[in-house]
């Protein structure tokens, strides 16, 4: 992982809530930690977070072997990395964050996909949309 905003289709500045900002701080400091003991071995010209112990990046295979250990443990078992995605998206979604926001933060051009993809999978959203119109149509006094 790291922040490049050039590959995004918006210019967006990403605000991260505190308790991420804080492991990323602590694997900045642990990577610092690396470099000092690895000496001019330590490559990172790529300025990743993720790295291993000599600044190399990180291959897919060993990310998903380390996530599906990590899942067994917490019985996720059979769920994949690419999940992480589909939460992110579906409870920010159920939690009312905005359509656009969560598409730009996904990385998508058109808000109109994130909701064909994600919205669908929140049958509750739906049920808080009908509970919403009534309370409406109860204020206006429609019924």
Known sequence: MTWNPGCLNVNLRFIAPRSVLALLTAQRKRQSEWKLAAGSAFQNTDNLVFTDE?????????????????????NLKGHVIHDLRHTFAVELLRAG???????????????????????????????????????????????
């Open 54 to 74: 000599i600044g190399d990046s990180l291959s897919h295979q060993s990310i998903e072997h380390e996530f599906r250990r990590m899942a067994d443990r917490n």
């Open 97 to 143: 964050t905005d359509v656009e926001t969560v598409s730009k933060w996904l990385g998508h051009y058109d808000p109109g996909f994130t909701l064909r993809v994600y919205a669908d999978m929140t049958p509750d959203m739906r049920r808080a949309a009908a509970d919403t119109l009534q309370a409406i149509i109860e204020k206006r006094n429609f019924a």
